[in-house]
């Protein structure tokens, strides 16, 4: 039997972040071909006079094309009932 084990993603559902272009929410993500890709759901701007065709755009970005909107001190907090790191979310 052999075990594998999954890098940590870098970002959680709900954090919001920024990418070349604009910024998001993560809405969801995935693990594929190696890497971490995230479902980033971008705000809608004032309605146009048209009206609208669909609903908020989302875009599936890899971990490298994205930085969070918030400073990260350290990805990990420590726990200091258990000890041990915990992650941030």
Known sequence: MSASLLPVSKFCK????????G??????YRF????WE???QMP??????????GYETMIWLSEVE??????NFYPK???LKQ???AKAC
Not at 23 to 28: D, K, P, Q, R
Not at 32 to 35: A, F, N, R
């Open 14 to 21: 709900g954090q919001i972040v920024s990418f070349m272009g």
């Open 23 to 28: 910024e998001g929410v993560i809405n969801n």
């Open 32 to 35: 594929e071909s190696g890497i």
């Open 38 to 40: 995230y479902l980033v």
């Open 44 to 53: 809608m701007g004032p309605e146009p006079e048209m009206g609208r065709v």
């Open 66 to 71: 994205i930085s969070s909107k918030v400073n």
């Open 77 to 79: 907090l420590l726990n």
């Open 83 to 85: 000890k041990t790191l």
